[in-house]
C-alpha cells in the first residue's frame, strides 16, 4: 500500500474504535496426531498478490468523525503476495456524522473476529485496554525500501540543475491565465488556442511564458506571435486531444523537453497526513496537471496515519515537485533524486510502525510482558478484520459464490437491502433495485457510481440480467478479485486457528514448510529443526499442497461445506481461478521498542514525526507523574501483514468494528 487499504462495499461507511475490554486469554492447546505418510509433493510457491495495490492499490476509507476518536483502523503492510487481495479500489465520499448511538445500533449486524476465524492468541499475559488512533498522528509509518534502510523525509533541497528553468515560472502566469489555460488543456471550451499578452517585452520574459506553459500545462506547445505591434504567446494543442496530459516514455519524449543527462524518473519522498496513498497520487496529478498513472509507489499506506513512502513519476522536476510543498496541505515532498527506473508494487521489504495507545490501564509488569511477548513470540498472522467489509454482508460471501459459479447469488449478494450503516442514498438504491429488480432505475438513486453497485448496476442496464458474469467483469479487475481473496483470507483464518488449537505453538509431523522458494512437508525425524516460526498454511488454490495431518482434512471439510472441491480450484473463467499461496502462520516483529510515558493533556504529540525534526520543532515533553498513561511501541513487519493484529496480541482485544462501535458509544455519553 499503502494501503494502504477490503470493503465489501465501496460506498459503505467505515468506522473503527477500540475496543476497551481485555478479551480473555484462549490459550492455545497440543494434541499429537499420527498420520500417514503420502508421497512427498513439492510445489513452488505462488506470489502473493499485492493489496493495494496490484495493490490496494488504495484502500477505500470514509470515516465517521466523532467527538472523541479512538479508531483502529486495520494497518498492514502493503506488499500483498499474488493470491491476496488487491485493495486497487474507486475513491469514496467522506462519510456524514452521524449519532454515535445509532450508529451503534447498526453495527450490531457487523462482523466480529470470531465470524473470521480469528480466536486465538500466543502469549499469556493478561490483557489489558488502550485508545489506538486517538490522534492520527498516533501512528506513523515509515516504508522500508528494498535495500533495508527506513525511508525517511530529512531534506527539502532540490538537485541543482542548469537544466532546470527559473522559479518565475511559477510566477510570471496570472490566476486568469492560468485558468483560461487549464480549461484549454482539458478541452473544457470551444477555443482552439489562448493569446496571453507579453507585458513588459523582452526576450527573456517571452522564453519564461514559453516554459511556464509547457511546464506546467502538459500536452500544450507555445508560439510567438505579433499582434497590432504586441508580442503575444499563443498556447495550443498541437496534437489535438491524443496531446493531452500524454505519459512521455523515453522513445516519445517531448522536444527539448528533458535534458539526456537526467534520469527519467524523478524520486521522492511523501510525507502525508490523513490520506491514503491515492488519494495523495489523485492530489499530486491534480495540481501537476498530468494523469496519475505516471506515478508509481512500492505500496500503499493508510488514511489515519502519518505516513512516510518514496514515490517515483515519469519526467517531473524536482523543482517543480518542490513547489507543491508551498500549495498543499498536510503533504510533504522531499528527499529528491533522478533515476532511470519507476518503483514496482511490492519491491518494499515492509514497513516500520511508530505507535501510541493512549490511555493504557495494564500496570507496568503487564505491558512489559506483553511487549517481551511480541518481541520473543510474536503474533497469529491472521487477516485483520478490513479484509471482509463492514457490513451485514461480508466480502468472503461474495467470494464464495463467485467461486461456486453462482452468479444470481453475487448479483444478490452485492445489490440486496441489508441491515447496518450504509449512506442513505445506498439504501435507496437496494431498496429500489429489490423492488423493481431494473438495474436502471435503481443506478439513479446513485450520485456516486464508481462503487461497486453501481458498476455492477451499469454493467446489467447494458448487458441485461440474463449476462450477470459480463456486467460484473464491468467492475475494475482487482476490486471483482477482492471477493475471492477475501474467502481465501476466510479459509486461512479459520485453518491457522483449528492449527494452534489442536498442536499449540510447536512444529508437528504433516507441517509445511519453505525451502527455496518451495513448500514441503516436515517429516517425524526433522520435527526438531523447525519451530512454529518457519511453519506456512496455504491459502487454497489449485498449485498448495496442504497439511498431513488433521489440518489438511479440515481445509477439505470447510471447503466441502461450501460446496467447493478441494481438488479443483479452476474456474470456468481464468481470473477466478486460485492458484494459492503461503503464509508464515506466526510473524515475529524486528526492531521492537518501547516505553510507557505519562501525560496531563490529550491533545498533545508525544513524540517528534520526520517533518517536526525538519521543522526544528523540540521534543514532546513527558512528564514523570500525569493524569494518563500510554504506551509508545515501534516494530517493523514484512509485507502483507496486519499492524492491527500485532496490537490486538499486546491488547487481547477484538478489533472488530462491531465491538469498537458498541464501546465508543460509551465514552461519549
Known sequence: MSASRTLYSLCSWRMEAVDMASASLKRPHSEDDETNVDELKRQKISEEPQKRQENSDHKVEAEVEQPVKPFLEETKNENVPKEESADQDDELQESDEGDPESFADMMKHGLTELDVGITKFVSSHKGFSGILKERYSDFVVNEIGKDGHVIHLDDFSVPVDDEDPSEDIFTV????DKQRLEELQLFKNKEDSIAIEVLEDTKEKRTVIHLAVKSLFPGLETKTEDRDGK?????????????LAKVRTSTDPRKHSWPKSRGNYCHFVLYKENKDTMD???VLSKFLRVKPNIFSYMGTKDKRAITVQEIAV???TAQRLAHLNKCLMNFKLGNFSYKNHPLKLGELQGNHFTVVLRNVTGTSDQVQQAMRSLREIGFINYYGMQRFGTTAVPTYQVGRAILQNNWNEVMDLILKPRPGAEKGYLV????????????????KKLPVKRCVEGQLLRGLSKYGLKNIVTAFGI????NRLMYIHSYQSYVWNNMVSNRIEEYGLRAVPGDLVLKGGTAVYIEEEEVDSFSIHDIVMPLPGFDVIYPK?????????????????IGNMKHKIRDYSLSGAYRKIIIRPQNVSWELVEYDDPKIPLFNTDLDKLEGKPPAVLLTEGKYKALKMEFSLPPSTYATMAIREVLKMDTSIKNQTQLNTVWLR
Open 314 to 316: 515519469l519526467r517531473i
Open 173 to 176: 502566469l496570472s490566476a486568469e
Open 475 to 478: 467492475i475494475p479487475r482487482n
Open 231 to 243: 508580442k503575444y504567446i499563443v498556447a495550443y494543442h498541437a496534437a489535438g486531444k491524443k496531446a
Open 428 to 443: 435507496k438504491c437496494r431498496e429500489e433495485w429489490a423492488k423493481t429488480k431494473d438495474p436502471a432505475a435503481a443506478l
Open 280 to 282: 495523495a497520487i489523485n
Open 549 to 565: 495431518h488433521k489440518i489438511g482434512e479440515a481445509y477439505k471439510k470447510i471447503l466441502a461445506a461450501d460446496n467447493l472441491d
